[in-house]
């Protein structure tokens, strides 16, 4: 949530589309050098390291639903859920300029509205993960935290206004910020094997990461030709919807 608002941040004084990328691409090679500089790894010696063989690798990565049911519904519940927050977030720009009509520079605006957002990520990561520990229930606060997200989104999609927008990066940042503590803590607990926890949590970042590629992919059509903002965020707030009630097809977690 940091980097989202330091990159909004950095583009927004930048000014120009490709100073914004030069500011943001510099900032990534300086933010690395403290872990490069710092970080000492300990090293396999090479009698201990396993055989490198490539279909063995790539079949690693291979999720069986009907071995692993609970972590093949974890990852898909996840992929919808962060397809939903991307299509949610990456579009705000846009969503001041054409539907919100934002009378400032929007820019600014979604820096505002990101600002919002990391605050009540950051307000509720911590409190949701540890309410979450003291019930022993996972299932429960991504579901509830899914059905906030949904809310969230659907309020982009009926109150296109300055004054929606705020309310609705609140509210987006109370149920992501419960979900993606808890949800995280949840595919721990369903991951197969504890000698591939590694390749596991790789998959399951592929759930993560694909979503921001695929966003723009889903959204542009959408936009352009399917019902505009109001269709966009309404899809958002499906598919947060979808997340959530496929997370109780989850059955080995409380």
């Not at 949904?150 to 004054?163: G, I, N």
Request: aromatic share 10%.
């Amino acid at each position: 949530m940091i980097g989202i608002l330091l990159g909004t941040a950095l583009a927004a004084a930048a000014g120009a589309i490709a100073a914004g990328y030069a500011a943001c691409a510099a900032f990534a090679v300086l933010a690395a050098v403290p872990y490069v500089l710092m970080r000492r790894d300990s090293r396999l010696s090479p009698a201990d390291r396993p055989v490198f063989r490539p279909r063995a690798f790539l079949a690693g990565f291979r999720i069986r639903p009907r071995r692993h049911p609970d972590f093949a519904w974890a990852w898909l519940t996840r992929f919808l859920m962060n397809l939903s927050y991307s299509v949610s977030t990456m579009y705000l720009l846009y969503y001041l300029t054409d539907a919100v009509r934002y009378g400032g520079d929007a820019d600014t605006g979604v820096l505002v509205l990101t600002a919002l957002n990391a605050l009540t990520v950051l307000a509720t990561v911590v409190v949701g993960g540890v309410l979450s520990d003291r019930s022993g229930r996972r299932k429960a606060y991504v579901i509830g935290s899914g059905l906030v997200i949904s809310a969230a989104t659907l309020l982009l999609a009926v109150w296109q206004t300055w004054t929606g927008a705020i309310v609705a990066s609140l509210v987006l940042g109370i149920g992501y910020g419960v979900y993606t503590s808890v949800d995280f803590a949840l595919l721990t607990d369903v991951l197969p094997t504890a000698e591939d926890h590694g390749r596991d949590l790789g998959v399951i970042n592929i759930a993560n990461a694909l979503p921001q590629v695929l966003a723009p992919v889903v959204a542009a059509p959408v936009v352009t030709h399917l019902g505009g903002y109001t269709a966009l965020y309404a899809l958002a707030g499906a598919l947060a919807l979808a997340g959530s009630v496929l997370v109780r097809r989850i059955r080995g977690v409380a």
